[in-house]
Nanobody, 118 residues
Framework: QVQLVESGGGLVQPGGSLRLSCAAS????????MRWYRQAPGKERELVAT????????DYLDSVKGRFTISRDNAKNTVYLQMNSLKPEDTAVYYC???????????WGQGTQVTVSS
């Protein structure tokens, strides 16, 4: 069965770092665009970062550019989100998403909580 399992969330102080991982199984990982989304309480879900399947082309939400890095290891069927210089406004549940053309929603993980607070 298809699975996306996020890990690596937690509580971190402002300015700190976390690395999120999303382990995928049950589909041909390298054929899928991988994305990280986040959703804070009372707010809409927003797209944080995207990485394509083969060329590893990347795109980021403007507010995380220069601080976050998305990467993937197709041999390990895993996508990562390295988050540096974290800010309280980064606090959210972070979700991993896998999709392919024609984009139609794809697969979702269960989410992992990131809390940035002193």
């Amino acid at each position: 069965q298809v699975q996306l399992v996020e890990s690596g969330g937690g509580l971190v102080q402002p300015g700190g770092s976390l690395r999120l991982s999303c382990a995928a199984s049950g589909f041909t990982f390298s054929n899928y665009v991988m994305r990280w989304y986040r959703q804070a309480p009372g707010k809409e879900r927003e797209l944080v970062a995207t990485i394509t399947g083969a060329s590893f082309s990347k795109d980021y939400l403007d507010s995380v550019k220069g601080r976050f890095t998305i990467s993937r290891d197709n041999a390990k069927n895993t996508v990562y989100l390295q988050m540096n210089s974290l800010k309280p406004e980064d606090t959210a549940v972070y979700y991993c998403n896998a999709d392919r053309r024609p984009f139609q929603g794809g697969y979702w993980g269960q989410g992992t909580q990131v809390t940035v607070s002193s």
